[in-house]
């Protein structure tokens, strides 16, 4: 059993260096692709409710078939333009107690200053590991969007997150919280951008867990959005708040 042990934190450790050199090449590819083209700065507010859940309460034999609904709204032009709000519905299968498979479908409703107004419809396969450590809880998170912004010219983006958290000891209901999450353009359209890169969003905050079926996070939110030619970038400076229910 030593030896079994010793490969288990043996292996352990390598898992956790790869994750944090992953954090730290995609946090560094979204530093350089802001200090090279960077001409804007904005604050705003970003909140979020988020529901997940088994389907087990309509019958039993569907314990492992997920469901998970999603509100997202956003403010900015120093919060008091309402630029963006996301409604997310996905269903999912979970093949162990740590991988999840989701497919969904989201309405995105946008306004941005100067810009006409937009509603795309994106649908998306999705993948979820959650990985418990010692230190905390990692979770990795893929979605494979197809964007329908207008008619049939559909963009193609992927995005990634990788997520941890901390419970502190002095109080277990209280958890640091840091995610990163790094979206990609894979083709060129007309209305969605050059292929590359397209956006990074990293969080640092705590959260709250009240009970088994409620958690909320709060936290400081960079933005940082590149245009659609690859020329200009936007930071934004976001003050976020999460609601989470467990059902």
């Known amino acids: 059993m030593p030896t079994l042990d010793r490969g288990i934190v043996g292996k352990m450790k390598k898992i956790k260096i790869s994750i944090l050199l992953t954090s730290l090449a995609l946090s560094l590819s979204a530093i ?29 034999s569907l314990e492992k078939a997920r469901i998970w609904l999603e509100q997202q709204s956003h403010w900015d032009s120093d919060w008091y333009h309402w630029s963006q709000s996301f409604v997310r519905v996905a269903l999912g ?28 419809q994106d649908v998306w396969p999705g993948f979820r590991y959650i990985l418990p450590t010692e230190y905390g809880t990692f979770m990795f998170r893929t979605l494979l969007e197809s964007n329908f912004i207008r008619g049939n010219d559909v963009r193609f983006h992927p995005r990634q997150m990788v997520r941890f958290s901390h419970p502190f000891d002095f109080e277990p209901r209280l ?13 060129s359209t007309q209305y969605g951008g050059q292929a590359g890169y397209d956006q990074n969003r990293a969080f640092v905050g705590a959260g709250w867990t009240f009970n088994p ?19 200009n970038n936007t930071m934004h400076h976001i003050i976020s708040s999460s609601l989470f229910v467990n059902f």
């Open 175 to 187: 958890s640091l919280v840091v995610w990163d999450e790094v979206f990609f353009r894979v083709n």
């Open 32 to 60: 350089n692709c802001t200090a090279e083209s960077l001409v804007q700065q904005d604050a705003g507010v970003w909140e979020q409710t988020l529901g997940e859940g088994s389907l087990k309460f309509i019958d039993p």
């Open 93 to 120: 299968y979970s093949l162990s107690d740590r991988a999840t498979i989701w497919l969904g479908y989201t309405w995105t409703p946008t306004q941005n200053l100067g810009k006409p107004f937009i509603s795309d």
């Open 213 to 231: 079926t409620v958690t909320v996070e709060l936290g400081y939110l960079n933005h940082d959005l590149d245009d659609a030619n690859h020329i």
